[in-house]
């Protein structure tokens, strides 16, 4: 038996440890970036981003030869595509759109190729509609989309477990035929051990959107809660505790606000389709923004109540930059944020960011030299490395702004 080939487009948080559990299954996968440097890194057995055991996995299907990155796409079996699809602004409107240019772009690169019987699954997050317009991206450059299968099926994983949960978490699939549906489910059986449920594209895409946008509205109602208890004088965390040993209450916790390339972002795709029908989660968008700049608001008038104390600007720990514990991930993330606005305002900016070794805009110091030089600690992010400082000593007569919970 022939062993089938994978085209994997976009080798990023997603679409690299797709193709690596694809290659360590026993396809053969092409994976395709635009970034030269990725390529050379990748093909030498090593990732260009962090996530638990993927260079292990990543060196074993290289030095297996299941694995070569390129810059261009190639003849496949199975293309699938894992590009970002990132805001751009809305012209009409006060919040952002979805911009699926790079999904379109993936999708001319692959139409050469497309023969006879081939899958394309589209998994980069998306509109309602953009499977449809792949489709005609292909018909537009030749393709006979009649002779193939084209399909939606969105990731589902948790940044810091993303190979464990790319095999064992449900997949939705929902292709823009029932032919292409039941071929697409085939393909992920072959490598997910959870389940894989059967629907139509339209409904898979929006199933992504609503699914982070559930996730959206639920840390809102935290973040809001957050700010009422911060001027009641109430501990919100031990709050939602409490709330919590209801049978039927599930409270999220509150932070920084919110961070990454799904739950912080997914909203807005519903919104910009429905802006007249989707009031609640625009509005929970907006709550969650709101909360980044009360945090930055608070911290501000920390600074200038210490100003005047020490009679010379505090040094201020920002500890955590990415969007989420134990990552490296950057996007979206509101503790970058709340650390480039302090700074642009002039204030004497740290950074403790443990998962990243540099920063352009940042100097990075270790927690023990914060305790040792800053005045202000502002707590952004609940990382592993800083739960062994939570009952430090040291900490205790300094000035601590606990905005996750730690």
Not at 3 to 31: E, F
Not at 157 to 170: A, D, F, K, T, Y
Not at 383 to 402: A, G, R, Y
Request: hydrophobic share 40%.
């Amino acid at each position: 038996m022939n062993q089938k080939k994978v085209c994997v487009v976009g080798l990023g948080y997603i679409g690299l440890p797709t193709a690596a559990i694809l290659a360590n299954t026993g396809y053969y996968v092409h994976g395709v970036d635009i970034d030269e440097s990725v390529i050379n890194k990748l093909n030498a057995g090593e990732i260009h981003i962090i996530e638990p055991d993927l260079d292990i996995l990543l060196k074993k299907v290289v030095d297996d030869e299941n694995f070569k990155a390129h810059l261009g796409p190639c003849n496949a079996d199975v293309f699938m595509i894992c590009v970002p699809t990132p805001f751009k602004k809305n012209k009409n409107n006060n919040y952002p759109a979805p911009d699926i240019t790079y999904v379109l772009d993936a999708a001319k690169s692959i139409s050469p190729f497309l023969k006879e019987g081939n899958l394309v699954i589209l998994e980069s997050t998306s509109p309602v509609g953009t499977t449809e317009q792949v489709k005609k991206i292909f018909e537009s450059n030749g393709v006979d989309t009649n002779s193939i299968f084209i399909s939606y099926c969105p990731e589902r994983v948790l940044p810091g477990n993303i190979l464990s949960e790319l095999i064992m978490n449900n997949r939705i699939v929902g292709g823009l035929s029932q032919k292409s549906t039941i071929a697409t489910s085939s393909f992920y059986k072959t490598f997910v051990k959870g389940d894989v449920v059967e629907t139509d594209a339209n409904t898979a895409e929006m199933c992504k959107l609503t699914e982070n946008s559930y996730r959206d509205l639920n840390i809102a109602f935290a973040n809001e809660l957050s700010i009422i208890c911060e001027k009641e004088n109430l501990d919100v965390w031990k709050l939602i505790k409490l709330a919590n040993l209801h049978p039927r209450v599930d409270i999220l916790q509150p932070g920084a606000g919110v961070g990454g390339h799904c739950i912080a972002v997914d909203p807005w795709f519903i919104v910009d389709r429905n802006p007249e029908e989707s009031r609640l989660i625009k509005l929970a968008r907006e709550v969650n923004l709101d909360k980044t700049k009360w945090v930055i608001k608070k911290v501000k008038e920390k600074a200038s109540e210490l100003n005047n104390e020490l009679k010379r600007k505090p040094k201020i720990a920002c500890l955590g930059l990415s969007f989420k514990p134990n990552i490296d991930d950057l996007r979206e993330s509101p503790a970058l944020e709340i650390a480039y606005e302090l700074q642009k305002d002039g204030h004497n900016i740290f950074v403790v960011e443990p998962n990243i070794l540099n920063h352009n805009d940042f100097e990075l110091i270790e927690i023990e030299d914060a305790l040792t030089t800053c005045d202000i600690f502002v707590v952004l992010v609940k990382h592993d490395q800083f739960l062994e400082f939570n009952n430090n000593d040291k900490f205790k007569n300094l000035h601590v702004l606990n905005f996750c919970g730690l």
